[in-house]
């Protein structure tokens, strides 16, 4: 675990304005489901998405970064109302320094949830200034790096659990 004192964590927390997460293994289970016409399809939990209405509510924006092309997640995403969506990212850290520029956000407002090793470099760098968080089910190649392990799996109410952290901490 990425070890700050519980002081210089709460300040970083307070500091959020942007969480940024992976799609698979943190939104859905990680499972892929076909249709008897093998149309491929994912599941997403109710929860997660009251997660990122209760960001919204303490100021914070969500945003999605994943390297896959999906309709399904898009019209997720247009139902959450998260406009900050990126799809067919290949290299998550060259896009952080693009999301920086868009948003005009700095690392140090900045988190990220990821659960493999290609959310690594992405979660290294934000977790010099920002916060990084991975689910329970996460691999270990990114739990080193994570500020918070949530107790939830990826698809379960990891994000949730993240986003109510966030929360919790910003009302402090």
Request: aromatic share 8%; charged share 30%; proline share 2%.
């Amino acid at each position: 675990m990425n070890t700050l004192s519980r002081e210089e964590l709460e300040q970083r927390v307070k500091r959020i304005r942007l969480v940024l997460s992976d799609n698979d293994g943190v939104f859905t289970d990680n499972g892929v489901y076909f249709s008897e016409r093998g149309e491929e399809m994912k599941r997403y939990s109710i929860r997660d998405g009251m997660g990122v209405e209760r960001l919204r509510t303490c100021g914070v924006d969500t945003g999605i970064m994943t390297g896959e092309f999906s309709p399904n997640l898009k019209k997720r995403a247009e139902k959450l109302g998260i406009e900050l969506l990126y799809l067919g990212v290949k290299d998550k850290l060259a896009k952080l320094e693009d999301v920086l520029f868009e948003t005009g956000l700095q690392l140090q407002e900045l988190a990220y949830i990821g659960d493999d090793i290609n959310d690594l470099e992405v979660m290294e760098a934000i977790s010099a200034e920002g916060v990084t968080a991975c689910p329970g089910d996460a691999t270990d190649f990114v739990r080193p790096v994570a500020h918070y392990t949530c107790s939830a799996c990826g698809g379960n109410g990891a994000f949730r659990e993240f986003a109510e952290w966030i929360v919790r901490q910003k009302q402090l």
